[in-house]
C-alpha cells in the first residue's frame, strides 16, 4: 500500500524584495539646435523616475550622436543634473560626420542597481 501525505505548506523565509523602476526622458534640446564639427552644443533634457521623482547622484548615462557613443558614464552629478527640477545638461562637442543633414542626439543607460 502507498504512503499518504498530507497537504500543508512551509514556515517559509524572508525575502527582501526591492523597488524596480524605469526612467523617464522629456524635453530633450540642443542649444544651439545646428552647428559644424567641432562647434559645442548644450544637450538637455528633463530626467525622472516612473513615479516622478529624480534619479540618484550615481546613476550613468551615454550621451549618443547619430548611434555613436561620445560620451561615455557621464555620471547624473550636481554639476550637471538638477534633482529638484529634475533637469540634466551636458556640453556635446560635434564630432567629424560623414555627411551633413539631420542627426540625432539622445543618451542610454544599462540596468543598473543603486
Do not use: C, H
Not at 534619479?55 to 550621451?63: A, I, Q
Not at 555613436?68 to 534633482?83: E, F, K, P, R, T
Request: net charge negative; aromatic share 8%; glycine share 10%.
Amino acid at each position: 500500500m502507498a504512503t499518504k501525505y498530507l497537504g500543508n505548506e512551509s514556515a517559509g523565509t524572508p525575502l527582501n524584495a526591492s523597488e524596480t523602476r524605469s526612467v523617464v526622458v522629456s524635453e530633450e534640446a540642443l542649444v544651439p539646435s545646428d552647428g559644424y564639427e567641432g562647434d559645442v552644443v548644450v544637450y538637455s533634457a528633463t530626467i525622472k523616475d516612473d513615479l516622478g521623482g529624480f534619479l540618484p547622484d550615481s546613476f550613468v548615462v551615454d550621451v549618443k550622436f547619430d548611434g555613436v557613443v561620445v560620451q561615455s558614464g557621464v555620471i547624473l552629478d550636481a554639476g550637471n543634473y538638477d534633482q529638484g527640477t529634475f533637469e540634466f545638461s551636458v556640453d556635446l562637442t560635434i564630432p567629424a560626420i560623414a555627411s551633413a543633414g539631420a542627426k540625432t542626439v539622445n543618451m542610454a543607460w544599462a540596468e543598473q542597481e543603486i
